[in-house]
């Protein structure tokens, strides 16, 4: 059977990585193996069609074309991507009428069967909803105004290959998120940093994982871990009203100070405004820089490796 994993788009290499799967679209991934609750992704269904559309109508014309199976009660979720003349709710409410005339019962709160039709431009996907809602996390309870998706701060970690053994450092844990995501693949010791670290704590109190939390400031990391003996992964902060650029400024330089100092190999660095760090980069190669889209919003993922042993 075929599966359809839906990602961010930007994240679709991880994703692949993680699902031993393919992209066939922008943030779709196609896929073979039993789903599981994979950790990049944040809906699963099984793949029943997949056409190219020009109006609604169409696809209510392929879909009964379909011998799905409704279990006692039905309800239909439709995902739809791009410029279009109709709405999500009118694609649900065509097949939703459609499935009613065939006798069956919509059940919008216990429904044994969920038909999920995802439209990505001209392109349509229509499935049985295998898993929901992975990119929640129940341990984001207190969150900072500026917090992180959790597939993000878990790709952050897949792409510097954190593994067994590896310290990892976020100077700038915020609520907790990357260090969390971190600590939960149990593979070494985990180091969050930040002026206030209550949120962090609680998380991770919520989450069951051991974090070494520290409200010290960025120029005390040299201190903290030997020369070239750490990871860094962290989600910096950029200029915004909050944030004035001299400000930001002097964080990049004490940073990147840091970083040249207590990093071994690898680091990741998300950042809403990349191009003001990259001008801080100085001993370390951007190997690779992932755009994410997640709404309105735009995040980078600069993958570093470090260059240049600093003395």
Same mark, same amino acid.
């Given at each position: 059977?075929?599966?359809?994993?839906?990602?961010?788009?930007?994240?679709?290499?991880?994703?692949?990585?993680?699902?031993?799967?393919?992209?066939?679209?922008?943030?779709?991934?196609?896929?073979?193996?039993?789903?599981?609750?994979?950790?990049?992704?944040?809906?699963? *269904?099984?793949?029943?069609?997949?056409?190219?559309?020009?109006?609604?109508?169409?696809?209510?014309?392929?879909?009964?074309?379909?011998?799905?199976?409704?279990?006692?009660?039905?309800?239909?979720?439709?995902?739809?991507?791009?410029?279009?003349?109709?709405?999500?709710?009118?694609?649900?409410?065509?097949?939703?009428? *459609?499935?009613?005339?065939?006798?069956?019962?919509?059940?919008?709160?216990?429904?044994?069967?969920?038909?999920?039709?995802?439209?990505?431009?001209?392109?349509?996907?229509?499935?049985?909803?295998?898993?929901?809602?992975?990119?929640?996390?129940?341990?984001?309870?207190?969150?900072?105004?500026?917090?992180?998706?959790?597939?993000?701060?878990?790709?952050?970690?897949?792409?510097?290959? *954190?593994?067994?053994?590896?310290?990892?450092?976020?100077?700038?844990?915020?609520?907790?998120?990357?260090?969390?995501?971190?600590?939960?693949?149990?593979?070494?010791?985990?180091?969050?940093?930040?002026?206030?670290?209550?949120?962090?704590?609680?998380?991770?109190?919520?989450?069951?994982?051991?974090?070494?939390?520290?409200?010290?400031?960025?120029?005390?990391?040299?201190?903290?871990?030997?020369?070239?003996?750490?990871?860094?992964?962290?989600?910096?902060?950029?200029?915004?009203?909050?944030?004035?650029?001299?400000?930001?400024?002097?964080?990049?330089?004490?940073?990147?100070?840091?970083?040249?100092?207590?990093?071994?190999? *690898?680091?990741?660095?998300?950042?809403?405004?990349?191009?003001?760090?990259?001008?801080?980069?100085?001993?370390?190669?951007?190997?690779?820089?992932?755009?994410?889209?997640?709404?309105?919003?735009?995040?980078?993922?600069?993958?570093?490796?470090?260059?240049?042993?600093?003395?």
């Amino acid at each position: 059977m075929s599966y359809i994993a839906v990602c961010l788009k930007g994240l679709e290499e991880v994703a692949e990585n993680e699902t031993k799967g393919k992209k066939i679209i922008d943030g779709r991934i196609k896929f073979s193996q039993k789903p599981k609750n994979f950790k990049s992704i944040s809906t699963i *269904y099984s793949l029943k069609k997949q056409f190219k559309f020009k109006k609604q109508e169409d696809i209510l014309k392929e879909f009964k074309k379909l011998k799905l199976k409704v279990k006692k009660s039905f309800k239909v979720n439709c995902n739809r991507e791009g410029k279009h003349k109709f709405k999500s709710v009118d694609v649900e409410k065509l097949i939703g009428i *459609y499935l009613q005339k065939q006798n069956h019962k919509l059940d919008f709160k216990n429904p044994g069967t969920v038909i999920y039709v995802d439209i990505i431009n001209n392109e349509c996907l229509i499935g049985l909803l295998e898993k929901d809602s992975l990119q929640k996390r129940n341990y984001r309870i207190k969150l900072n105004p500026e917090t992180l998706n959790p597939c993000i701060a878990f790709a952050a970690l897949k792409l510097i290959n *954190y593994k067994k053994n590896d310290i990892l450092v976020d100077p700038f844990c915020r609520d907790g998120i990357l260090v969390i995501e971190a600590a939960l693949l149990k593979n070494g010791k985990v180091y969050g940093f930040d002026r206030s670290i209550r949120h962090s704590r609680i998380n991770s109190k919520i989450a069951k994982v051991k974090i070494e939390l520290s409200q010290d400031e960025l120029d005390w990391l040299d201190t903290k871990f030997k020369k070239s003996s750490v990871k860094v992964a962290t989600f910096i902060p950029c200029v915004s009203k909050n944030n004035k650029e001299t400000d930001i400024r002097r964080i990049y330089s004490e940073l990147m100070h840091q970083m040249d100092f207590i990093t071994k190999d *690898y680091a990741s660095i998300i950042v809403k405004k990349p191009d003001l760090i990259k001008s801080y980069i100085h001993n370390f190669n951007i190997e690779r820089e992932l755009i994410i889209t997640k709404g309105d919003d735009t995040y980078s993922i600069l993958i570093l490796k470090k260059s240049i042993k600093t003395k």
